[in-house]
């Protein structure tokens, strides 16, 4: 009897991670995935005095990078495997780009999503894959919604469309930086690239070292979710006990082993969250920095903001991360940037909590217990003698409910400017009234906040 089995037997062995591969990425995906535009940033270069630009990510039809990633594997797919299906977890950039793949191809899917995933990501993806896919919301966390992905896998036999732990992934999202020095005249001198599981990095420093070795690399996390720098700290991906959940985009609790061991192959290493030169070698052909930072989930609230203001840029908490991270790096003057916006899903209705980060890391808003003597008039001689003619007193709260009208009570005061806080201490230090500055890093602040 013959145990010979035909080649399309055979288990197919994954690509290998390579910038031919991410070639053959480009020309797969090329006939559903834009090429996104090259904004040059006036304000940004002014400000840095180098050559700014963004990649405009948030353009896509699903507005973020993530199709790319999610279209490349699915595309892939054997005939079987479109049959039985795909599941994915996703914080929601990703799943609307499994959606859309699945409705364009006529694929089931099931898309397993933390429940706490804005509104307005779970109603994009519904948009982009209609009938074709089944949303999941569970737990708290893009690790339980993966957890939970993983489980469907093993009891239905779908295929997994990983958002960053996968070869295919990664490629497609490595076709960023193709299309990067495709679109400039002379390879970047810098790219600054968020960084979540890591897929995406994986991809881009991947291409520029095989096709432009000298290009520094810059890749930033949220603070609250710095899995990649905690990995390349250990040596081996961790996974951190508590993450904020605010760039939900980034906040993943551990990274890809694929995306981990294709940074520690191209060198990547930590460096401290103050400024740090970052100096390319494009000239030559001595490989360029490549560096992981990390930034304050207030300083990505801040550059969110000034791009909606400035630039008329929607970017989503995760999209502005390579903006908030120009100050984390020393840039060159005259040197030619990329900063990745890799994605604009952004719920309306969080930017009260955008705005309120923002002034806290900014210095402008600071909260206080305030314990009135029990004598009436004191409200109106704090008001006089502690608070400065430039600031406002925006939460005014009695901390026990049943006591209105003397007692402690938590103030919350925004400033004309930062540097008025020392003046405001010193008022409150001369004062009868007792006041305690509430930590943004304490649990009283937590809590009462």
Do not use: W
């Not at 894959?129 to 919301?137: D, L, M, P, T, Y």
Request: proline share 6%; net charge negative; glycine share 10%.
């Amino acid at each position: 009897m013959s145990t010979s089995r035909d080649a399309a037997d055979l288990p197919v062995s994954p690509p290998a991670l390579t910038a031919d591969e991410i070639d053959a990425a480009a020309k797969r995906i090329s006939g559903a995935i834009a090429a996104t535009p090259l904004q040059y940033s006036e304000r940004l270069s002014e400000l840095t005095g180098a050559e700014v630009y963004f990649k405009r990510e948030d353009l896509q039809v699903v507005r973020s990078y993530k199709i790319r990633g999610a279209y490349n594997l699915i595309l892939q797919l054997s005939d079987d495997e479109r049959a039985a299906g795909v599941v994915c977890a996703s914080a929601g950039n990703h799943a609307q780009g499994v959606a859309f793949a699945c409705r364009t191809m006529k694929i089931a899917g099931r898309i397993y999503v933390p429940a706490k995933t804005p509104k307005q990501k779970r109603d994009r993806i519904k948009a982009h894959g209609r009938e074709f896919v089944q949303i999941i919301a569970i737990g708290d966390t893009y690790d339980a919604a993966a957890a939970a992905a993983a489980e469907d896998v093993a009891r239905t036999g779908a295929t997994m469309v990983a958002p960053f732990d996968d070869v295919r992934t990664a490629a497609g999202q490595g076709t960023i930086a193709a299309e990067i020095l495709e679109q400039l005249d002379q390879a970047p001198d810098t790219v600054i690239v968020p960084v979540g599981g890591g897929g995406c990095i994986a991809g881009i420093a991947t291409y520029l070292r095989e096709r432009s070795p000298g290009v520094a690399i810059v890749g930033v996390e949220p603070a609250g979710a710095a899995s990649m720098t905690a990995a390349l700290v250990a040596g081996m991906p961790v996974t951190l006990p508590e993450i904020d959940p605010f760039v939900d985009g980034a906040a993943v609790r551990r990274v890809g082993d694929i995306p981990f061991e294709t940074l520690i192959r191209l060198g990547a290493k930590v460096i401290s969250h103050q400024p740090s030169p970052v100096t390319s070698s494009s000239a030559g052909h001595e490989a360029g920095p490549f560096v992981m930072t990390h930034v304050d989930e207030g300083a990505i609230c801040t550059a969110m903001l000034e791009l909606y203001q400035n630039d008329g840029i929607i970017a989503e908490p995760a999209g502005a991360l390579s903006v908030a991270a120009l100050t984390t790096v020393d840039i060159a003057p005259g040197s030619t940037v990329v900063c990745l916006i890799s994605g604009g899903n952004n719920d309306v209705s969080r930017y009260g909590e955008i705005l309120e980060r923002s002034l806290v890391h900014s210095g402008l808003k600071h909260y206080f217990l305030v314990d009135f003597p029990q004598e009436p008039g004191m409200l109106r001689r704090f008001l006089d003698e502690v608070l400065g003619p430039e600031d406002d007193i925006t939460l005014f709260e009695y901390v026990k409910r049943n006591n209105r009208e003397t007692g402690a009570a938590l103030v919350g005061i925004e400033l004309g400017s930062a540097e008025g806080l020392a003046g405001l201490l010193e008022r409150m230090d001369s004062s009868m009234i007792e006041c305690e500055q509430l930590d943004p890093g304490s649990p009283a602040y937590r809590y009462l906040t």
